[in-house]
């Protein structure tokens, strides 16, 4: 009833960026979430150009006309010599000749920044924008509205971009007016040799058309990733979020219905972690299922060796006091005390394996010296060896023998196999331990000078409450449990326990040999 557990070392020296995920399930939940990232940068990026195109466009378009401009006031409408100035007046005859008022705006400003032609004066257009409240008649004046007026963000972007125009450079770019729009605008020095006499501003007021779009381009990209965010989720949902609840179900079913195994052959044929997970989850639940019956075999085993003695004490009992002759009263005494070292024998070796599961999982494996424990527990029956026992023998070679695993369920196996060959062992005799190493493994070879096995019954003797005793020897010495606990052990220790019968010089059976196969310990 033992079972071993793998468990996987995660890959050491390597870092989890260096390679791709392993996992299939993690790879499709890493490529829809970068699918529908993908989908936002590159929209980001396309518009990001887009916009930049499109002002830059507009920029370029307006450094030609404001150009045009430029020369033409400086040309026809600068007097004075040998120190130039603008004549206000025919520049803003110019600026309303070459001005388009229904597309764009433009301003000549004289070299102290002060307006001196306005395209939106010819269009009959003036600046709208929210007074202040009203003063209280006969009201005190306000404090703010003694001294200079506070500039507004975009008078004060304007006269920045007018002052950069006035030190001789071109100034373009976008900037806020009021109260909330944006407008594309160059500001150019009109030169005459190397005098400013003045700036021109042209200007457009559809960026925020530009930037609305820019959001309606935006739109498909914002669709097409809404659309990808709701696949993957629905292909995650399908995928995991569903099989997932259906193992929960199938769970509580064998939870609540006491069903032994779960069966999801659907969810088994995936080749992801789902897969594995269902592939687990109905590996575990029929070795739960294999080990629960064989609790109800060993439970209806145990009831049915419990009754063989209980029956034959029983009747002892009630014979007993039918009985008037010493000699039949004595014989049935004896019986009865035989029954009750049975009894004691099943309940101890009953009790021994109920419990091997639950040491085997307690105690964690470790090395050890196989060939200490073995010459520490033949020194103990040399010890305590009486008077016609058969003696206990050990060979070994020279050095440790290290094994990884459990000592002391290993000790109990030993113990079984020594007491079992003493029982079978004639007066006198020996049971000889031989211990040897090869190639990673390491025997241990228990051999008497009993009557053997036979050969049909080689395998038979490790079942439970197998018991097959010559003719002459004790009854109830044996409950039938020593060997088949013993090879449970060893196998849990990943070795292997086999019986075989030592052939004397004719051919007969010369008495019985267990081999018990363990692994050696790594590196050893």
Wanted: charged residues 25%.
């Amino acid at each position: 009833m033992a079972s071993a557990t793998d468990t996987a070392k995660p890959e050491s020296g390597r870092r989890w960026w260096s390679r791709p995920p392993a996992s299939r399930l993690g790879r499709l939940i890493l490529a829809l979430n970068l699918l529908g990232l993908a989908v936002l940068i590159v929209g980001a990026l396309v518009l990001n150009e887009l916009r930049r195109g499109l002002v830059e466009a507009r920029i370029d378009s307006l450094t030609t006309q404001g150009e045009l401009m430029a020369s033409l006031i400086d040309q026809a409408a600068t007097v004075g010599e040998p120190v130039p100035a603008l004549d206000a007046a025919r520049a803003s005859e110019i600026l309303q000749l070459l001005a388009n008022p229904g597309v764009q705006r433009a301003r000549l400003f004289d070299p102290q920044g002060q307006v001196i032609a306005d395209s939106d004066w010819i269009a009959n257009r003036v600046e709208e924008g929210v007074l202040p409240p009203a003063r209280p008649r006969g009201g005190a004046a306000r404090p703010e509205s003694s001294g200079k007026p506070r500039a507004s963000p975009g008078q004060t972007a304007l006269r920045a971009e007018i002052a950069g125009a006035l030190e001789g450079r071109r100034v373009a770019g976008v900037r806020r007016t009021d109260p909330s729009g944006r407008v594309v605008s160059v500001s150019f020095p009109i030169r005459h040799v190397q005098a400013v006499l003045g700036v021109l501003t042209v200007e457009a007021g559809d960026v925020d058309s530009i930037i609305a779009r820019q959001r309606a381009a935006l739109a498909p990209f914002i669709l097409l990733s809404i659309g990808v965010t709701l696949l993957s989720s629905a292909l995650l949902t399908s995928l995991v979020a569903l099989p997932v609840r259906r193992l929960a179900r199938a769970a509580d079913r064998v939870r609540l219905s006491r069903v032994r195994s779960i069966s999801l052959p659907d969810l088994a044929r995936r080749k992801d972690e789902l897969g594995d997970l269902t592939r687990s989850l109905e590996a575990m639940t029929d070795a739960q299922s294999e080990r629960m019956g064989a609790i109800e075999r060993f439970a209806a085993d145990v009831a049915h060796e419990i009754r063989n003695p209980l029956t034959s004490l029983r009747s002892a009992v009630e014979t007993l006091d039918l009985v008037s002759d010493p000699d039949a009263r004595a014989r049935l005494q004896g019986v009865i005390q035989q029954d009750v070292q049975r009894m004691d024998r099943l309940v101890t070796d009953i009790s021994n394996a109920s419990r091997l599961d639950a040491e085997l999982s307690r105690e964690a494996p470790r090395s050890f010296d196989l060939g200490r424990l073995l010459d520490e527990l033949v020194g103990v029956y040399g010890a305590t060896r009486r008077e016609g026992d058969p003696e206990v023998l050990l060979s070994q070679p020279e050095g440790e023998t290290p094994v990884l695993g459990r000592e002391g369920p290993l000790g109990q196996v030993f113990r079984n196999l020594i007491d079992n060959a003493r029982s079978f062992s004639p007066p006198g005799g020996s049971v000889r331990l031989f211990l040897t190493r090869e190639a990673g493994i390491t025997e241990v070879r228990v051999e008497d000078d009993g009557p053997g096995i036979p050969p049909e019954n080689l395998e038979t003797v490790f079942e439970r409450f197998y018991t097959s005793r010559p003719r002459g020897s004790a009854f109830g010495g044996n409950s039938g449990l020593g060997l088949s606990i013993a090879r449970q052990i060893v196998e849990a220790q990943g070795g292997t326990l086999r019986a075989e019968n030592r052939l004397g010089e004719a051919g007969e059976r010369a008495g019985a040999c267990f081999r018990v196969r363990l692994p050696l310990r790594p590196g050893s």
